[in-house]
């Protein structure tokens, strides 16, 4: 492989790290967003909800990006790839964190809410300070599955065009006819990008000890 | 006792208060003043609607029926007879504090911060200013070498003691103990009580179930004892310990080893 090859692939890591990154702080919010509303139980509202999360859980994300792209200029939307790209992937996302954020909540402590609340906390300050810091410890081992589940089907999106890191060995191998080298480079870019979640994780695994009382 | 002047002078002014779940009522027209400085102990077997109605005072529980006045404000109904909004139930209940029997702590926080964070949060109040409230209470619970642990680090006994500090950072009206000591093994029940009673002396409002018939005698001024949600006796801890007026209550206190006088 030649220098301009090393840089092909390290722009298709970047394009991989940005999409991906921008795509998981969509979903990891939206998630929690959608998991608090569902928490009120709004009558027609809930059922969307549940509707949307069933639907997205069960399509594969090339159908969902192929969708998401070539619909777009029908409802009128002037989408570039990368937006129809982050749109597909935090779709897909949002709706495996509304599940996991969801029995976050199911799952906490009635008895320290109530302590919360008797010492004259309202339900927001409760659970902003109470228990949002100890759902996302305990949420972050399943987020970060999620997060990597999430790169690792990244390559989904160049059905529509997007030049990511998997795309790029076979711009490389269609040049050098070796489709070796840029393939095993791309595969320790993953493992190195899903190295540093994996770091994330088990720095919250250390201080998720403290809350098993 | 005209309303007006009982709910404005009673720390804990408690009327016509019933409460059902499902088909079962746990408390039928409790009536119950708490005056300043007042500890009030109630007592009554299991089932007896006894924490239903200590939970009432705060409105973690509400009751269907009668009010509950602190400091001579209406909790959980407002003026027009609505449900308060949470802002302001908030700061009514802000005025109780509660110590729970199973502590309750707040397992991300340190013990220093456990007891700062209604302080900081709920009164606007400074770090540095909830910080030596915090430590001056945490001393008082014995419990100022602890303030950089966790929960987990903790015995039940100490834990309860944070809790209380905890509960006395908000500088409350009125304390609610909700059987302090029943989850606590027995060599730790003593330090836990020995701060209860340290509070009592120093004339703190209290409120408390508890099952330590001996304590109760020792702190109490006044006893009041639930049968099936209904109060069937009340009295000075002298007069309820020695000559109880009901067979109900003579029968409940050979069963639990009436306590000679503390």
């Not at chain 1, 549940?50 to 777009?72: D, G, M, N």
């Not at chain 2, 409790?30 to 007592?43: D, Q, R, S, W, Y």
């Not at chain 2, 009673?197 to 109490?220: I, P």
Request: charged share 20%; proline share 5%; hydrophobic share 50%.
């Amino acid at each position: 492989m030649n220098a301009s090859a090393w840089q092909m692939l390290l722009e298709g890591a970047w394009t991989t790290v940005w999409i991906s990154a921008v795509s998981i702080a969509i979903g990891v919010v939206a998630g929690l967003v959608i998991a608090l509303i569902r928490l009120a139980r709004i009558p027609i509202i809930d059922q969307l909800l549940v509707l949307y999360i069933s639907v997205a859980r069960a399509t594969p994300l090339v159908t969902l990006a192929l969708f998401i792209f070539l619909s777009a200029p029908d409802l009128g939307l002037d989408l570039n790839r990368s937006v129809a790209g982050i749109l597909a992937l935090s779709l897909n996302t949002t709706a495996f964190n509304a599940e996991i954020w969801r029995s976050a909540f199911r799952n906490f402590s009635r008895e320290q809410s109530e302590a919360a609340m008797a010492t004259g906390m309202t339900p927001w300050i409760t659970f902003r300070r109470i228990m949002l810091p100890q759902m996302v410890i305990t949420s972050l081992p399943g987020l970060v599955n999620e997060m990597s589940f999430l790169i690792k089907g990244s390559p989904a999106i160049a059905v529509i065009g997007i030049v990511d890191l998997t795309r790029v060995t076979n711009r490389i191998s269609a040049v050098t006819y070796e489709p070796l080298p840029p393939i095993l480079v791309a595969g320790a870019l993953y493992m190195a990008i899903i190295g540093c979640l994996v770091w994330l994780q088990r720095l919250a695994e250390r201080r998720a000890n403290r809350l098993a009382m | 006792m005209s309303e007006a002047n009982t709910s404005e002078t009673a720390a804990v002014s408690i009327r016509h208060l019933s409460k059902s779940f499902d088909d079962v009522e746990v408390l039928r027209d409790v009536e119950l003043e708490v005056k300043t400085g007042e500890v009030v102990t109630i007592i009554g077997s299991s089932g007896s609607g006894k924490s239903t109605l200590l939970r009432c005072i705060n409105w973690l529980e509400q009751p269907d029926r009668g009010s509950i006045h602190i400091a001579g404000q209406r909790i959980g109904v407002n003026d027009a007879g609505r449900p308060m909004p949470v802002r302001e139930l908030a700061k009514v209940r802000a005025k109780t504090g509660m110590v729970f029997q199973g502590f309750n702590l707040w397992p991300h926080l340190n013990v220093l911060h456990n007891v700062t964070e209604a302080p900081i949060h709920v009164q606007g109040k400074s770090k540095r200013e909830a910080e030596e409230l915090a430590t001056a209470l945490l001393e008082k619970v014995g419990m100022a070498h602890k303030r950089d642990s966790y929960p987990n680090t903790l015995s039940g006994g100490q834990k309860q003691r944070v809790a209380i500090a905890r509960a006395l950072a908000m500088q409350p009206t009125v304390m609610l103990f909700d059987e302090p000591t029943s989850a606590l093994d027995p060599e730790l029940v003593g330090e836990v009580l020995a701060v209860i009673k340290d509070l009592s002396a120093e004339g703190y409002t209290m409120v408390m179930v508890t099952h330590e018939m001996a304590f109760a005698r020792a702190v109490s001024d006044q006893v009041v004892f639930l049968e099936k949600g209904l109060i069937i006796e009340r009295a000075d801890p002298e007069t309820f310990f020695t000559t109880p007026k009901t067979d109900r209550v003579r029968k409940f206190l050979e069963n639990h080893d009436t306590p000679s006088p503390a």
